[in-house]
């Protein structure tokens, strides 16, 4: 049996799934963390049973497992305690029934990793970007260099000095749909750091990522899973609009997208960074500059794969299609 943990809103999951279906009969059982579910769960002797509306499975039963997207999938376990005239103490009994359910999740991705196959981020989120680039550093890989100050002074000095800064989340980014009546849709981007942006800003602000800013020649999107890559070349620089972040996407005129193919020693590296990181999937976001060094921007093990693998036709979602179907018993 292959067990999926995504979103409901996920297209990359569907294609896979389809993939899983073409290649094999195994069992799926996908469960989203943004939906509710009737649960039941028990955890006991090295094993664990669980029911999820009208699907039950074991542990034992469960071959590969896919941590797509989410941290944990099982809502509502611990109910709200409310002490009536007591908020101290609702506030306390809130936190320690967090820590119940940051034990159970923590547990339940050990037993996952101890008795299957597991692909993904059992942390579910994107590591932390400032101890990832130390990481890099150490393994050779270039990196842009950063500052992080709350000192308006100090950002202003960089814009001075006139070299090119921009500055982005530190974690993950706003990125946010509104499913209500306003569909609205929220992002954060990479912005360049300039007098503008700093307009309004007090003496002392929130701690800032300021990094330099490379002169690109492009940008590369880069899928690994174990130590296999498969890399997209974005010719974002040639669009003012996608210049500092392709997020921004033209769609009247979209960045040309092309396959590319990594030097060995850059695939090297990364395969150690994702060893000394705990990730055997995601996506790696690259540039390389004029003179043709390439430079490490961060690692994503949740990222969107999907327009990048239709693009350069590189199979992304067959490819993790075999990987969990090959431990299916």
Sequence with gaps: MILIFS????PSTLDVMRWIDHLSDARVVRINGDEE?????????DDFFVRVNDDAFRLADVSSAWLRKGSFWFKGLFPSVTATGRPALTRHLSQML???NRTLRDH???????RCNVLGSAHGSVPNKLVVLEHARELGLRTPSF??????SHAQGLVASGGGYVTKAMSDGLYLFDST????GYFTYTEALGPQTLEGVGTHMAPSFLQRYIEKALELRIFFLDDQFRAGAIFSQNDEKTRVDYRKYNDERPNRVIPFRLPKDIEDKLARLARALDLNTGSFDMIVDKRGAFYLLEVNPVGQFGPLSEKCNLGIERM???RLVAHDR
């Design 98 to 100: 967090e820590r119940e």
């Design 181 to 184: 009546e306003s569909k609205a």
């Design 320 to 322: 993790i299609a075999e």
């Design 7 to 10: 979103n409901c809103g996920d």
């Design 37 to 45: 579910y009737r649960v039941e769960l028990t955890l006991a002797d």
């Design 108 to 114: 339940f991705h050990y037993l996952l990793r101890k």
């Design 147 to 152: 500052c992080v100050s709350n000192l308006r």
